[in-house]
Nanobody, 119 residues
Framework: QVQLVESGGGLVQPGGSLRLSCTASRSLFSIYGMDWYRQAPGKERELVAAITVRSSTNYADSVKGRFTISRDNAKNTVYLNMNSLKPDDTAVYYC?????????????WGQGTQVTVSS
């Protein structure tokens, strides 16, 4: 079992920045991959960024160069730094965990945190 708790969402103006945090209930070394997904109203949930236990990263094309995923193993926490935010980034952002490399999709999810980009 893994509990994931997200924080850091909120309202920000276009061009602004936010940092999301996701704290896991167990060591990140016991989890193969940690991901950030987002879901906007009326749209499917999409992968935004991913980081593996070896710190390999992957990003959606729409956020490359603007978002950065990182991890602090001592705090069991994964971060998503979001810069140059656009209204299209408005969504509920979810943290998730994949326990093994062969997992086709995450086994555990956080509760989600709302990010709203608006002037």
């Amino acid at each position: 079992q893994v509990q994931l708790v997200e924080s850091g969402g909120g309202l920000v103006q276009p061009g602004g920045s936010l940092r999301l945090s996701c704290t896991a209930s167990r060591s990140l070394f016991s989890i193969y991959g940690m991901d950030w997904y987002r879901q906007a109203p009326g749209k499917e949930r999409e992968l935004v960024a991913a980081i593996t236990v070896r710190s390999s990263t992957n990003y959606a094309d729409s956020v490359k160069g603007r978002f950065t995923i990182s991890r602090d193993n001592a705090k069991n926490t994964v971060y998503l730094n979001m810069n140059s935010l656009k209204p299209d980034d408005t969504a509920v952002y979810y943290c998730s965990a994949r326990l093994v490399p062969s997992s086709p999709k995450p086994e555990y999810w956080g509760q989600g945190t709302q990010v709203t980009v608006s002037s």
